[in-house]
């Protein structure tokens, strides 16, 4: 990685030199445009409006426009302004870390000790720790002061710039939401839904399937050029983009809904456990056991039948004498007589 700034958190009277780096980079395929008739590259110039010269980037300056008159600011003129010249992460406050809304944070930057000796910096970061809170900062960058948060992550001091108050639109629309009774039923499927979709986030687990799938179109066209049909490419995924967005504006009822969600995450749940507990896919689990099955009859059939017993042709009749106990069969013993002469 290579620094983008030099500078220092100033913490009261302690002082701690960093540098900074971008902490997040573009992962997307990098696109330019082209003419759709011969393919040829489209390119932007910079022409000015007066004398119609294609004027490079270090002959530009800056200007603002009131409407009457314009100003014009040149680079000298810009870094000339106090704040542009700080090469200083002023700390003006400790905050709870939930206090920062989302919304607000930016572009997130590492900071490296810029020392042989980053005692400083470790202190900083174990007081952050140890106190769960957040430095709210002021620092300049690229033309421009900013608002961060100072925080750890990993045992490295991160700094994130947060909007401006007035950056943040408020959602003026609020006072039209609907405002519908919800059912106790209704609050107790939705919940359950939730819960079925409950988990630790862990980002490793998400893709980008659209630069995925973009890459893959890049590679089917290299091969195939513009005969590449990309139902066939992707035909399943089409099927699954269709369904989805069937009846899409349809209007059902929002019980039926919840009911829907809970036994398709349910159904997808169950079929992802029997694959990772299998290794097989749905289709070859259900090869395998009508194979189990098929092999279960063949077998039933081929086994030999036991032969029943043929009863005697002449059945031994037994008469029962008045108040004995009943006799057993022929040839086997009156357990009951037995136990009578050993008591006896």
Known sequence: MRSIWTGSIAFG??????????????????????HDIDGGRIRYQRRCEVCGKKIGFEDIDK??????RTVILTEVDLKSLPAEKSREIEVVQFVPNEQIDPIMLERSYYLEPDTKSPKAYALLVETLEN??????????????????ALRVRGKVL??????????????????????????????KMSSALVEQFRGDFNPGEFEDEYQLELRTLIAEKLKQGDSLDTEATFGDKHAA??????????VIDLMEALKRSIDKKHAGTTKAAAKKTTGDTPSKITKKAN????????????????????????????TKKPGSAKSSPAGQPDHKDSERKKEA
Do not use: C
């Not at 701690?16 to 902490?23: F, H, L, M, S, T």
């Not at 769960?132 to 002021?138: D, G």
């Open 158 to 187: 991160v700094l994130q710039g947060i909007l401006w108050n007035d950056e943040v639109r408020e959602a003026d629309f609020a006072s039209n939401l609907a405002k519908g009774e919800i059912s106790p039923q209704e609050l």
């Open 241 to 250: 983009s269709a369904d989805a967005g069937r009846n899409s504006n349809d």
């Open 13 to 34: 009277l302690v002082n701690v030199p960093v540098k900074a780096y971008g902490a997040t980079e573009d992962h997307d395929v990098s696109l330019h445009q082209v």
């Open 291 to 318: 194979d189990t099955k098929k092999t279960a009859n063949r077998t039933s059939k081929e086994e030999p039948k036991t032969p029943k017993k043929r009863r005697s042709a002449s059945k031994r009749t037994t």
């Open 63 to 68: 200007a603002y426009d009131d409407g009457d």
């Open 131 to 148: 106190t769960e809170l957040t430095a709210v900062v002021k620092f300049a960058l690229r033309q421009k002061m900013r608002l961060g």
